[in-house]
């Protein structure tokens, strides 16, 4: 049985920082990329960045490349996501997902099998 429990959201202000993370429950962690996803209210659940089941290779969407930052630690089953220079626009439900048996990193949802409850991210203006 997988599981993802997420936590680190919170209330901050823009220009603030937050690291969010995603710990898995389940073997083989580190034979499984990761990607955190968002959604918005009233939007649809977009992808905000992956990283390789070894931790070698990330990438981003445009929107937060150069503010957010994906790592892994594979000893301790988790995922981050640190998040830098926030903006009102990042406000979303920030979700973290896991590719079943894939070390190969993917920005495409259809492509995760696991999926956490989500932790709530606000950042006023």
């Known amino acids: 049985q997988v599981q993802l429990v997420e936590s680190g959201g919170g209330l901050v202000e823009a220009g603030d920082s937050l690291r969010l993370s995603c710990v898995v429950s389940?073997?083989?962690?580190?034979?499984?990329?990761m990607g955190w996803f968002r959604q918005a209210p009233g939007k649809e659940r977009e992808f905000v960045a992956t990283?390789?089941?070894?931790?070698?290779?990330?990438d981003y969407a445009d929107s937060v490349k150069g503010r957010f930052t994906i790592s892994r630690d594979n000893a301790k089953n988790t995922v981050y996501l640190q998040m830098n220079s926030l903006k009102p626009e990042d406000t979303a439900v920030y979700y973290c997902?896991?590719?079943?048996?894939?070390?190969?990193?993917?920005?495409?949802?259809?492509?995760?099998?696991?999926w956490g409850q989500g932790t709530q991210v606000t950042v006023s203006s």
């Open positions: 389940g073997r083989a962690f580190s034979m499984a990329a």
């Open positions: 997902a896991r590719r079943p048996d894939s070390r190969a990193m993917s920005s495409r949802q259809g492509d995760y099998k696991y």
């Open positions: 990283i390789t089941g070894s931790g070698g290779a990330t």
